[in-house]
């Protein structure tokens, strides 16, 4: 885990703590988005009725941007969220 990703971690314990989110686990998926070609999101946040996949970065390049996007049409059930720390803040982009 990167200095990003543990103050990540850290957000999403305050969250976990004030109840907004059940749980949350560290690189837990891989999915397979083609033959030889893997993804596996940041983090695992369970809601109450919901899982949503975190992907965390500093600034995004275009590989990783697409990596999200087709993940998220390959698998809809979950909730993808991309997260960037910017300007102070969490940043987010669902798709």
Avoid: C
Avoid at 9 to 26: H, K, P, T
Avoid at 45 to 71: C, P, Y
């Amino acid at each position: 885990m990167n200095k990003l990703e543990k103050d990540y971690a850290y957000q999403l314990e305050m969250l976990m703590l004030s109840g907004q989110i059940l749980r949350w686990y560290y690189e837990h998926l891989n999915f397979r988005l083609a033959r030889k070609t893997f993804y596996m999101p940041d983090f695992m946040v369970v809601k109450k009725e919901q899982i949503e996949l975190h992907e965390v970065k500093g600034f995004w390049r275009d590989d990783a941007r697409v990596k999200i996007k087709v993940a998220a049409q390959m698998y809809p059930w979950f909730k993808w969220v991309a997260v960037q720390w910017k300007n102070k803040q969490w940043i987010y982009e669902e798709f």
